[in-house]
């Protein structure tokens, strides 16, 4: 006969059989509950069990949950979000369980402002849509951990960058950054106050602590991603014998960026622009190969690290960054490059891209932004178009 199986107390499995007037032995039928997992032993008419018999009800008993724990998993894997690694919703984790996923791709805000105005936006999506199965991180020293700020913010863009799966939106907290690095010491001793390019050298800093200890890839807020880099341990040269710090990538722990942070610490002179962001990186390139010009479109390569060829990240040079708010009559292809560097710095915000402006940049944030381009660029000029009754 067929027979029914309940859990009638932890660890125990109850049988019953609707005829217990059949006389003699028989073998019983598969268990309609776990027929299709595996066969029950043969239950001989006894009131007691052999201890071979229990034995082998146990090991059925692990495997039902074995098997059932599996289709449970794989329930939650089809129902999570594009991130099938992500242990919990984006809401409920914090920077360190994100950050030790690994594959970070990073963006840090030094300043205050809590809205990204829509360059930091487009660069941002622009890398989550290159990269869907990696976590992007935008860190914002603004940002506290009481700062109430969510999808429904008015902060247009926050809330814009909140909507988008893989993007993480968390304080930048510097102390806790430089934990068992040698920038502690420096931290605790600078006053912010007194130094001329706090922003940049804050951010110079962190960057540097971030990728040693999580690994991954960081990236200045006005670099737009185009296509995969596929290089891990990477400095981009900004141009032939010279490094950029706007974009580079090292697995965690790396030799290279504990000694720039040692640099970083021993060298520290916060009145020069750049002495602890791109001089740094070209000084300690410097330390282990001898940096040659580039030729044609190769890369070049320093022990374990690739130094990648300006066209990957600077085809248009900083002297001619104006360029990208220029209407071109054929727009360049970036067939050599990975991600394009708008050297927001030279700009000083004075140039940005405006909706049927035709520009370069216009034609990038469409093509690489579309949401940001949609969102905070063409519904700003509807929302400056005077209305009928004007």
Known sequence: MLQTVWVSSPGRWALQESNRHRQGRKRCWKCRFVRTIIQHPCRRHAPKRSRKERMLRKIQICLCFCFVSGILYEISLLSSSVFSYLPMAQHYLTPEQVLNLGKSIIFLETTER???PPLVSCSV???ARIYQDRPIILFLRGLTNETALDMNTSYAAFSLLSSMKNVFIFPLQMETVFQETPLLQWYNQVVPEQEKNWVHVSSDASRLALIWKYGGIYM?????SIRPIPQQSFLAA???RFSSNGIFGFPARHKFLWDCMEDFVLKYNGNIWGNQGPFLMTRMLKTLCNLTDFQGTEDHSCQNISFLNPQRFYPIPYPAWSRYYQVWDKSPSFNHSY??????????????VEAGSNTLAEKLYKTYCPTTYEDLIQNAKHRDLPSPED
């Not at 200045?220 to 737009?224: A, E, F, K, R, W």
């Not at 991600?339 to 940005?352: C, E, G, Q, S, Y």
């Open 220 to 224: 200045d807020t006005d670099v737009i």
């Open 125 to 127: 999506e622009s890398a």
């Open 114 to 116: 809590l809205e990204p």
């Open 339 to 352: 991600a394009l560097h708008l050297w927001n710095f030279m700009n000083r915000n004075r140039k940005v």
């Open 238 to 240: 900004q141009k032939s």
